[in-house]
C-alpha cells in the first residue's frame, strides 16, 4: 500500500500562488510517478499534471500550461504542484495519486493510490 497526503490548499485571489504538497509513504517502490488531479464542483475529475519519479519526465494539461509546475523530491518522496498566475477556473479540489506505469499517463484508470484532496479556492 502507499499512502498520500495533500497539503497546501487554501484560499487565494485571481492572479496569486500556491504551492501543494503531497507526501508519500509505504510501499514507495510500488508507484512510478505521481499525478494531480482535480475536480470543480458538478464537475468530473481532470487530469493536471504528472511526473515520473525516475528520470522526471513531467506532462500538463494545457489549461495549466506555462502556469504549473510539478517537481519531486525523491529523498523526501513528497512530489509539489506550484500553480502561479491562478484564477477563478482554478477552484476545485485537488488531488494526488500515484501510477505504477513505467511511462507517463494522464489516465485516471492508471492511478491506484488516491489522496484525501485538498480544496483550492480563487477569489476573483
Known amino acids: 500500500q502507499v499512502q498520500l497526503v495533500e497539503s497546501g490548499g487554501g484560499l487565494v485571489q485571481a492572479g496569486g500562488s500556491l504551492r501543494l504538497s503531497c507526501a508519500a509513504s509505504?510501499?514507495?517502490?510500488?508507484?512510478?510517478?505521481m499525478g494531480w488531479f482535480r475536480q470543480a464542483p458538478g464537475e468530473e475529475r481532470e487530469f493536471v499534471a504528472q511526473?515520473?519519479?525516475?528520470?522526471?519526465?513531467?506532462t500538463y494539461a494545457d489549461s495549466v500550461k506555462g502556469r504549473f509546475t510539478i517537481s519531486r523530491d525523491n529523498a523526501k518522496n513528497t512530489v509539489y504542484l506550484q500553480m502561479n498566475s491562478l484564477k477563478p477556473e482554478d477552484t476545485a479540489v485537488y488531488y494526488c495519486?500515484?501510477?505504477?506505469?513505467?511511462?507517463?499517463?494522464?489516465?485516471?484508470?492508471?492511478?491506484?493510490?488516491w489522496g484525501q484532496g485538498t480544496q483550492v479556492t480563487v477569489s476573483s
Open positions: 511526473i515520473m519519479w525516475s528520470g522526471g519526465t513531467t
Open positions: 495519486a500515484a501510477h505504477r506505469r513505467f511511462f507517463p499517463t494522464t489516465l485516471q484508470s492508471d492511478y491506484v493510490y
Open positions: 509505504g510501499r514507495t517502490f510500488s508507484r512510478a510517478g
